[in-house]
């Protein structure tokens, strides 16, 4: 077994944001199959803020973690959307707190002047859609890394 380098980056945490279609399509590479309990959804009208607190597959180092072989990681993160006027789900059973939901995509939907729909595609039929001023997102892991429970990477279609 060989130490980490500087170049992995092992235990730098993301701390990212979008304000296009472009930038949140790097977040929501970085959050497939992130998984959450549904009671970690919050939704403050009053502050515009729509957030979740997700248990993400950490795919920034996947190859680093089957060159090295070494055990795939996950690190809880926040994804936050702010500006956001309305908030709207499918399939989604708020009184069942056990439930764990799994995030498959995030797209944006543009409306006008800058305004639009976000879309959170969740695994099971499952969706949740963020109406929103303006595309004004942020991802912050906010845990040290942590061995991937099912010590295998879920499948990630390139």
């Known amino acids: 077994m060989t130490d980490a380098s500087f170049h992995d980056g092992r235990e730098a945490p993301l701390n990212l944001g979008a304000e296009d279609s472009n930038d949140l399509q790097v977040i929501a590479t970085l959050t497939q199959d992130a998984v959450f309990p549904v009671t970690e959804m919050s939704w403050r009208p009053s502050q515009r803020r729509f957030a979740l607190l997700l248990?993400?597959?950490?795919?920034?180092d996947k190859e680093a973690a089957t060159r090295r072989n070494r055990a795939f990681e996950r690190v809880q993160a926040?994804?936050?959307f702010e500006s956001v006027l309305s908030v709207a789900s499918q399939?989604?059973?708020?009184?069942?707190?056990?439930?764990?939901?799994?995030?498959?995509?995030?797209?944006?939907?543009?409306?006008e002047d800058g305004a639009g729909d976000v879309l959170l595609t969740l695994a099971g039929d499952g969706a949740i859609r963020l109406r929103v001023e303006a595309l004004d997102a942020t991802l912050k892991?906010?845990?040290?890394?942590?061995?991937?429970?099912?010590g295998h990477a879920p499948h990630h279609p390139d």
């Open 55 to 60: 248990n993400r597959f950490r795919w920034e």
């Open 78 to 80: 926040v994804l936050v």
């Open 91 to 111: 399939g989604i059973d708020r009184s069942e707190k056990d439930m764990i939901l799994s995030l498959l995509s995030i797209e944006f939907e543009p409306g």
């Open 141 to 150: 892991d906010v845990t040290r890394p942590y061995r991937a429970p099912s």
